[in-house]
């Protein structure tokens, strides 16, 4: 795993124990999944605008915001970005239809 990604993630994995009066992570881990789950949404929507507006600067600090807080988000239900790493890997050769029909099949089953 990336070596970013990996001090991140045993960062904010580490964060679940810290004070939430001196963290702000911690604060979102203790809010709970609907806290961190509105500041996902906030992100994701100043990302858009981001893109729209044409800022790549801008677009990279949003985009990075948004990936912050989806990795909150995977760590506060217990994942982590090697999941989504080896998810991705799954993936690798195949087309988007391809993959998406294939989940399909799996819900129905």
Same mark, same amino acid.
């Given at each position: 795993?990336?070596?970013?990604?990996?001090?991140?993630?045993?960062?904010?994995?580490?964060? &679940? *124990?810290?004070?939430?009066?001196?963290?702000? /992570?911690?604060?979102?881990? =203790?809010? @709970?999944?609907?806290?961190? !789950? &509105? *500041?996902?949404?906030?992100?994701?929507?100043? /990302?858009?605008?981001?893109? =729209?507006? @044409?800022?790549?600067?801008? !677009?990279?600090?949003?985009?990075?915001?948004?990936?912050?807080?989806?990795?909150?988000?995977?760590?506060?239900?217990?994942?982590?970005?090697?999941?989504?790493?080896?998810?991705?890997?799954?993936?690798?050769?195949?087309?988007?239809?391809?993959?998406?029909?294939?989940?399909?099949?799996?819900?129905?089953?």
């Amino acid at each position: 795993m990336n070596t970013i990604l990996k001090k991140l993630t045993e960062t904010l994995e580490a964060r &679940k *124990k810290d004070d939430p009066t001196k963290s702000y /992570t911690a604060s979102l881990y =203790r809010d @709970g999944l609907e806290a961190i !789950l &509105k *500041k996902v949404n906030e992100e994701a929507f100043e /990302t858009i605008i981001a893109a =729209r507006q @044409g800022d790549n600067k801008e !677009l990279i600090h949003e985009v990075a915001d948004l990936w912050f807080h989806t990795l909150v988000l995977m760590a506060h239900k217990n994942l982590s970005a090697e999941d989504i790493l080896i998810e991705l890997a799954k993936r690798e050769g195949t087309s988007g239809i391809e993959e998406k029909e294939n989940r399909s099949k799996s819900k129905i089953i």
